[in-house]
C-alpha cells in the first residue's frame, strides 16, 4: 500500500521532474485536419501574434471531429479555435459549440480587408443568419482526364456522364482502368455520389427535407454510377482520395472526379510518373461537389475573442492565402482574379469553371450523420448486394426516422 | 529429443520461411520508409531505387517525434509500475480466497475487457476533464492501468496458484504478519511471472491509441497519436507514417531481446495454470 | 474503475444524443430497437463468422509453430524474438502496412503478380476475399501471441510423461495430441478466452483495410458501435450495443470452457 502510494506520487510529479513543458495559461489550443494547405495556415497561426503562442495540432479529419466532438461536448475550454467544413460547422453550431462571429468581423473588416470575401463564399458559413467561420480555402471537384490517352485515341472529354461512362469503357484495360472512382465511406462515398445525384437525379433532399435520392429519377442517376463502376478500378469501394491520387500518379487510371487539391500534385515528380500528361476540364454536367474549410472559435474558449480572431484573420490574410495560391483555391477575390497565380498554376482554369458550376452539400446539420447509412446502402446497390431501387428506398426509410427523432417534419 | 540432422534443418528452415513471410508487411514497410512516393506504390513493385532518409530525418528531427517519445515512455513506465505492482497485490489476495469467490470476482474484472474499447473512451475522458486531468500524465495512466487490470490479475493469479500451502503455513508458524508472508515468500516465487506481465502491460501502454488520443493534449501526446496524425491527404503522409512507425517499434524490440530469457521461463511457469 | 463501465451501461438506458447533449430515459428501448434491426443480427452473424475464423486460423497455425519450435534445437531464441514483431507493431500503424500490402492494383501482393503476369483478385474489393483478407489481416498481427504462450506451455509439460510415452513408442503427433495438450488445457482456455475477446473488439485494422465494405460485406459489431457512437452521436444506443456485446462474448467464452473441459471440471 505504501509502495502504491509512493509510486503514484512520482508518477504525477514526473513531469516537474523531467522539466516536461507545464501548460502555460497563455497557450492558444487549435484542432484541426490536416493537409498540405491546412498545414500552411497553421504555421501563419503560430507566428500570427508575436508574443502569443499558439499550439497547432493537426490530424486526419474524422480523427479531428471526434476530438472536437468529446471535448467541445463536455464544454471544455479547449480548443480556442476549431476547425470547420462547410458541413461539420452546422452540426457544431446548431449544437451551441461555437462563437459568432459578425461583432469581431465588423470590427476587423478595415483592418484585414474582409471585404475581398465574396458573400457567396460567407453564405456557406452562415446559419440562422449568423456568420461563424473564417473561410480559408475553397476546393471544388474536378474531371481529371489523361489527355495523352485521350488525344492517342481520338477523343475530346466527355460533356455528358453517359458520355464518361461510354469514353471509361472504351479505354478500360485490365492494367489501367477507364475510370479512378473513390467509394470509401463516408465521406469520400458522398462526395462522388453528391455529384451523380445532383446533376442527374433530383438531389439529397426537397424543400421539406425528406429524401430525394429514391425518387425514379436518383435511382437512375444511381444505376448510372453503378455502370461507371464497372470500368472502375480494383478495390474501389475501399479508395478514398489518397488511392485515387495514387491511381493517377502510378498511370493505373485514366479518368474521374477528385479534389482540385489534389492537381498540383500531378506534376510533382517525387510523386508522379505522368507529369505533364494530366489534364482538367469541369465535370460533365456540372453540380458536382464544391467544399470549403475555415477556422471557428469555440464558444466555451477562455482566451480573449479578439486576440483568436485576429490570428484566424491574420492566417487568412491577403498575403497569406497569396503564398498558398498553389496548394488550393483561395476564397478572396483579390487572389482569385490574379492573373499571375493563375499562369503558375496549371489547373486553376479548370478549377473555376467546376467551382461556378459546382453546387454545395445540403445545408443540413444531420447531413454528415444521415451520410454514414446512406452511402452503406449505396455501396450495397454499387456492389451488387441489393438492387438499386431497394437499397435507396431502405437508406430513405432509414433517414426518415432519423430526421422524425430530431425533430424535422413537425406539422 | 534428439532427432536426425537433416530433420532438424528442414524444421528450421520451415519456420523461418514462416518468419520471414510474417515479416513481409514490416519489411515492405520499412522500404517504404526509405522511398520516394513515385517509388513507393510503383508496379510491380521496386526492388531497387535511391533510397532516401528525409521521411526518417523529418519524423525525428522536423516533427521532432523524440517528445513523442519520452512522454510514451513516462506514461508506459508508469502504467506498469502501477498496474503490475497493484494487480500483482489483487492477484495475491485472489488466490487466497476461496475457489468460487475468487472465479466470481475474476469473470466480473473480464467483463471490463468483454465491453468495447472505444466506448469507454467517452466515460474516462468526462471523468478526466471532472477532475482536471486532461493534458496530464496521470489521466492516461490510471486509464490504461483500469483497462489493464483483468489481464494483470489474472495473469499474476495464475502464478500465486502455484505456491504450495505448505509455505505459506510454514511461514505463519514462524510469526509473519499477513504483508510479510506476501513480501518475503510469495513474490519472490512468482517474479518470472512479474516479466511477463510486465511485458503485456507494457505493450498495450505504449500501443494504445483512442485512450492516449483522448485524455492528452499537446504536452503529453504519446507516439500512436502522434502517427496517426499524418493520415493521408497528401502521398508523403504516408511515407512520414512508415518511417515513424519503424522508428517507435525499435525500443520495443530493444526491450524484449533483453529480456527474452524471463519471458519464456515466466510464462512456462505461470500461465499454465490459468 | 468500474466508474467508466458502470456508466456506460446507464448511458445505455438513455436515449442520449451526444450532439444536441438531451437526454430522454427510455429504459430498455435501445434494446428493443437493436435486437429488432437486422443491421445488428448482420454485423454479429458476420462478427462471429470472423472471428471463429480467425480465432481458429491462429489457434492452429500458432499450435503446429510453437510445436515446431519446441522440437527444434537451434536458433529458437532469434525466431521467437522475430516471429514476434507483428504484435508489437503499434496496430493503427499494422493496419497502414497491411493495406500497403492487400491493396488492389498497386499492393505489394497485386503488384507483384502483376509483374509476373498474373491478374489478381481484389483482395479489398471483393466481398468473400475483403472478408479473408481481414482474418488474414487478425492472425497476422495475432498468431506470434498464441505461438508465444503456447510455446511456454509445451515447455512445461512433465519430462517423466513425455518420456514415458516415448518408450512406448509415441510418435510426434500421438506425444501432441494425447499427452502434451491435454496437460496444458487450462493455458488454451486462458488464451483462447482472450484471443475470442480481443478479436471481438478487434476495429483499427478493419477500419482502415475496408470500413466495414465492400457494401457491408466485413461490417461487424465494433464498426457498428463506433459509427453509432461517432458518427450518428448516438452514445445511448451505442452503449446499449457494447452491452449486447459482453453478453455475447461472455456466453461465448463460457461455452468454449465448456467444450474444452468436456470431461474435467473446477480446473478452471
Known amino acids: 500500500m505504501i509502495n502504491r502510494r509512493r509510486l503514484l506520487q512520482a508518477a504525477i510529479a514526473a513531469p516537474a521532474i523531467i522539466g516536461a513543458p507545464a501548460r502555460s495559461a497563455g497557450t492558444i489550443q487549435m484542432i484541426s485536419h490536416r493537409y498540405p494547405a491546412l498545414e500552411y495556415y497553421a504555421e501563419k497561426m503560430r507566428t500570427a501574434i508575436p508574443g502569443v503562442a499558439v499550439n497547432t495540432q493537426l490530424m486526419p479529419i474524422d480523427k479531428a471531429i471526434e476530438l472536437a466532438t468529446i471535448a467541445l461536448s463536455a464544454k471544455s475550454d479547449t480548443p480556442d479555435i476549431v476547425y470547420a467544413s462547410d458541413t461539420t460547422f452546422q452540426t457544431f453550431v446548431k449544437n451551441g459549440w461555437f462563437r459568432p462571429l459578425d461583432d469581431l468581423w465588423a470590427r476587423y473588416a478595415d483592418e484585414f480587408a474582409l471585404a475581398d470575401f465574396p458573400q457567396a463564399a460567407l453564405d456557406t458559413y452562415r446559419y440562422d443568419g449568423h456568420l461563424y467561420v473564417m473561410p480559408h480555402t475553397l476546393n471544388t471537384m474536378m474531371f481529371f482526364y489523361r489527355k495523352d490517352l485521350l488525344d492517342q485515341a481520338g477523343k475530346s472529354p466527355p460533356v455528358t456522364i453517359a458520355g464518361y461512362r461510354d469514353l471509361a469503357k472504351s479505354l478500360n484495360s485490365p492494367l489501367r482502368s477507364g475510370s479512378i472512382n473513390c467509394l470509401k465511406p463516408v465521406d469520400a462515398a458522398v462526395n462522388e455520389t453528391h455529384w451523380y445525384l445532383n446533376a442527374l437525379g433530383d438531389g439529397w433532399f426537397d424543400a421539406d427535407w425528406h429524401p430525394a435520392f429514391n425518387t425514379p429519377k436518383s435511382v437512375a442517376a444511381i444505376e448510372m454510377l453503378k455502370d461507371v463502376t464497372r470500368s472502375a478500378q480494383q478495390g474501389f469501394t475501399t479508395a478514398a482520395n489518397d488511392e485515387c491520387a495514387i491511381a493517377y500518379q502510378q498511370d493505373t487510371g485514366v479518368m474521374g472526379l477528385q479534389w482540385a487539391t489534389r492537381a498540383k500534385a500531378m506534376d510533382d515528380p517525387a510523386k508522379s510518373r505522368i507529369i505533364g500528361k494530366i489534364d482538367w476540364t469541369a465535370p460533365p454536367q456540372g453540380h458536382a461537389r464544391i467544399a470549403g474549410d475555415g477556422y471557428a472559435i469555440s464558444a466555451f474558449s477562455k482566451q480573449d475573442p479578439d486576440v483568436l480572431f485576429r490570428i484566424i484573420a491574420t492566417s487568412a490574410s491577403q498575403a497569406s492565402m497569396r503564398g498558398a495560391a498553389s496548394l488550393l483555391i483561395p476564397p478572396r477575390k483579390s487572389v482569385l482574379d490574379d492573373p499571375s497565380l493563375r499562369d503558375a498554376n496549371r489547373f486553376y482554369p479548370a478549377a473555376l469553371a467546376s467551382y461556378v458550376a459546382g453546387t454545395p452539400a445540403p445545408k443540413l446539420p444531420e447531413f454528415n450523420a444521415i451520410g454514414e447509412f446512406v452511402t452503406r446502402r449505396i455501396l450495397q446497390a454499387v456492389t451488387g448486394e441489393s438492387t438499386v431501387k431497394v437499397a435507396l428506398d431502405a437508406a430513405a426509410g432509414e433517414t426518415e426516422t432519423f430526421l422524425k427523432g430530431h425533430g424535422y417534419y413537425k406539422g | 529429443m534428439r532427432r536426425g540432422r537433416t530433420t532438424q534443418w528442414l524444421l528450421f528452415l520451415a519456420l523461418a520461411g514462416f518468419t520471414t513471410i510474417n515479416l513481409t508487411p514490416i519489411i515492405w514497410g520499412f522500404l517504404i520508409s526509405l522511398k520516394q512516393p513515385v517509388d513507393a506504390f510503383s508496379v510491380p513493385p521496386k526492388l531497387i531505387f535511391n533510397p532516401t532518409f528525409e521521411f526518417h530525418e523529418q519524423v525525428w528531427v522536423e516533427k521532432a517525434f523524440w517528445r513523442f517519445l519520452i512522454n510514451s515512455a513516462i506514461i508506459s513506465i508508469a502504467t506498469v509500475v502501477v498496474s503490475v505492482s497493484a494487480g500483482t497485490m489483487a492477484a495475491y489476495g485472489l488466490s487466497r480466497l476461496s475457489n468460487l469467490t475468487s472465479r466470481g470476482l475474476l469473470f466480473g474484472l473480464l467483463a471490463m475487457r468483454m465491453f468495447p474499447h472505444i466506448l469507454l473512451a467517452i466515460p474516462f475522458f468526462l471523468l478526466a476533464k471532472t477532475l482536471g486531468l486532461i493534458n496530464t500524465y496521470p489521466a492516461l495512466v490510471l486509464a490504461l492501468v483500469a483497462v489493464n487490470q483483468p489481464f494483470t490479475i489474472w495473469l499474476m493469479r495464475g502464478f500465486f496458484v502455484d505456491v504450495p500451502h505448505e509455505l505459506y503455513e510454514a511461514a505463519e508458524i514462524d510469526g509473519c504478519n499477513a504483508w510479510q508472508v506476501f513480501a518475503r515468500v510469495a513474490l519472490p516465487v512468482v517474479r518470472p511471472g512479474l516479466w511477463v506481465t510486465a511485458l503485456f502491460s507494457l505493450l498495450l501502454a505504449y500501443n494504445e491509441f483512442l485512450f492516449a488520443l483522448v485524455l492528452t493534449g499537446p504536452d503529453t501526446k504519446t507516439l500512436p497519436v502522434a502517427i496517426a496524425e499524418y493520415g493521408g491527404e497528401d502521398i508523403n503522409y504516408w511515407s512520414l507514417s512508415a518511417a515513424a512507425a519503424i522508428g517507435i517499434m525499435l525500443p520495443i524490440v530493444l526491450f524484449m531481446m533483453a529480456l527474452q530469457r524471463h519471458l519464456v521461463r515466466g510464462l512456462a511457469l505461470g500461465a499454465v495454470k490459468g | ?268
Do not use: H
Not at chain 3, 47 to 64: K, N, Q, R, Y
Open chain 3, 1 to 268: 474503475m468500474l466508474f467508466p463501465l458502470g456508466y456506460a451501461v446507464w448511458l445505455s438506458l438513455f436515449n442520449y444524443d451526444l450532439g444536441s447533449g438531451s437526454r430522454a430515459f427510455i429504459a430498455l428501448g435501445n434494446y428493443t430497437d437493436l435486437l429488432s434491426d437486422n443491421r445488428f443480427w448482420a454485423s454479429l452473424n458476420r462478427t462471429v463468422g470472423i472471428v471463429l475464423a480467425a480465432v481458429g486460423l491462429e489457434f492452429c497455425l500458432g499450435l503446429a509453430i510453437a510445436y515446431g519450435l519446441y522440437r527444434l534445437t537451434f536458433g529458437v531464441r532469434i525466431l521467437n524474438l522475430l516471429m514476434f514483431l507483428p504484435n508489437i507493431v503499434t496496430p493503427v500503424v499494422a493496419a497502414l502496412f497491411l493495406r500497403w500490402i492487400f491493396m488492389g492494383r498497386w499492393g505489394l501482393i497485386a503488384g507483384t503478380l502483376i509483374g509476373l503476369g498474373i491478374f489478381p483478385p481484389d483482395f479489398l474489393g471483393d466481398p468473400a476475399w475483403a472478408r479473408v483478407t481481414v482474418v488474414l489481416a487478425d492472425s497476422w498481427q495475432f498468431t506470434p501471441f498464441m505461438i508465444l504462450v503456447l510455446y511456454a506451455g509445451l515447455n512445461t509439460v512433465d519430462q517423466s510423461q513425455i518420456e514415458a510415452a516415448q518408450i512406448d513408442g509415441a510418435g510426434a503427433l500421438t506425444l501432441l495430441f494425447r499427452i502434451m495438450l491435454p496437460a496444458i488445457r487450462p493455458l488454451i482456455v486462458f488464451v483462447l478466452a482472450i484471443r475470442l475477446m480481443d478479436a471481438f473488439r478487434f476495429f483499427d485494422t478493419i477500419y482502415v483495410l475496408t470500413s466495414g465494405g465492400p457494401g457491408t460485406a466485413t461490417e461487424t459489431i465494433t464498426l457498428y458501435t463506433y459509427a453509432l457512437a461517432f458518427r450518428l452521436l448516438q452514445v445511448g444506443k451505442a452503449s446499449a450495443l457494447g452491452v449486447l456485446t459482453l453478453i455475447f462474448v461472455a456466453i461465448l467464452v463460457a461455452v468454449m470452457i465448456r467444450v474444452v473441459y468436456r470431461r474435467e471440471k473446477g480446473a478452471f
